[in-house]
């Protein structure tokens, strides 16, 4: 079985600093990795992926990933926070192989302050 | 190229009504996978479609329940809804090939926002 924890609900950080999401996983197997954004009222959009390769993953709007197996971790990062950025962040995995099924964590929550 | 479609937005059903949300996949995708977020928690895979067959279930009960039609659109129907059935529903599609997934990614659309009263 696979899980993902992320800890604590909410992150809230000043406008310029950095972003740190955090992410650990278990997984019986070498997962697949993926960090999702959800604005209110949307869906969800992807930020990055990690699949197979380096195991620094950049994605859209300036965040990037590290894939740490023996930390079985995969934090979300960004250097300098932007109001826009304030959303719903989800950590998932995914086994590989044909089964595309995604677990997800519960998700935290970013908040920018001017 | 179309994204992931769902309707209706919003919908206000009471206990032990029928509902079905509807979903169109992306241009090209040939798969469909529906998601239960209930409020201040990840989406919890339910159930995904491929070739119209369901191909793998999350723990969800048999009151729920989903269809795949040839131009790969997707229903999900619960019947009996309960009280807890309240949440946003998220289709997804992809595309899979006779290796697996492609590109290794889901797309999704806006959700469905069921209340339950």
């Known amino acids: 079985a696979q899980s993902v924890t992320q800890l604590g609900s909410h992150v809230s950080v000043s406008e310029g600093a950095l972003v740190l999401l955090r992410c650990n996983y278990s997984?019986?197997?070498?997962?697949?990795l993926f960090w999702y954004v959800q604005y209110p009222n949307q869906g969800l959009q992807l930020l990055l992926k990690?699949?197979?390769?380096?195991?620094l993953v950049k994605g859209i709007n300036g965040f990037e990933a590290e894939f740490k197996k023996s930390e079985t971790s995969f934090h979300l990062t960004k250097p300098s926070a932007h109001m826009s950025d304030a959303a719903e962040y989800f950590c998932?995995?995914?086994?590989?192989?044909?089964?595309?099924?995604?677990?997800f964590g519960k998700g935290i929550t970013l908040s920018v302050r001017p | 190229e179309t994204g992931v479609t769902q309707s209706p937005t919003h919908l206000i059903k009471t206990r032990g009504q029928q509902v079905t949300l509807r979903c169109s996949s992306q241009?090209?995708?040939?798969?469909v996978s529906w998601y239960q977020q209930a409020l201040g928690q990840g989406p919890q895979f339910i159930f995904q479609?491929?070739?119209?067959?369901?191909?793998g279930r999350g723990n969800f009960p048999p009151r729920f329940s989903g269809l795949q039609f040839p131009n790969y659109s997707s229903e999900l129907n619960v019947n009996a809804l309960e009280l807890d059935d309240s949440a946003l529903y998220l289709c997804?599609?992809?595309?899979?090939?006779?290796?697996?997934?492609?590109?290794?990614?889901?797309?999704f659309g806006p959700g469905t926002r069921l209340t339950v009263l």
């Open positions: 998932a995995v995914r086994r590989t192989g044909a089964n595309s099924k995604l677990t």
């Open positions: 997984s019986s197997v070498p997962p697949y």
């Open positions: 990690y699949t197979t390769g380096a195991t």
């Open positions: 241009s090209g995708h040939n798969t």
């Open positions: 997804a599609s992809s595309l899979v090939g006779g290796g697996g997934l492609i590109n290794n990614e889901q797309f």
């Open positions: 479609y491929y070739r119209e067959e369901e191909n």
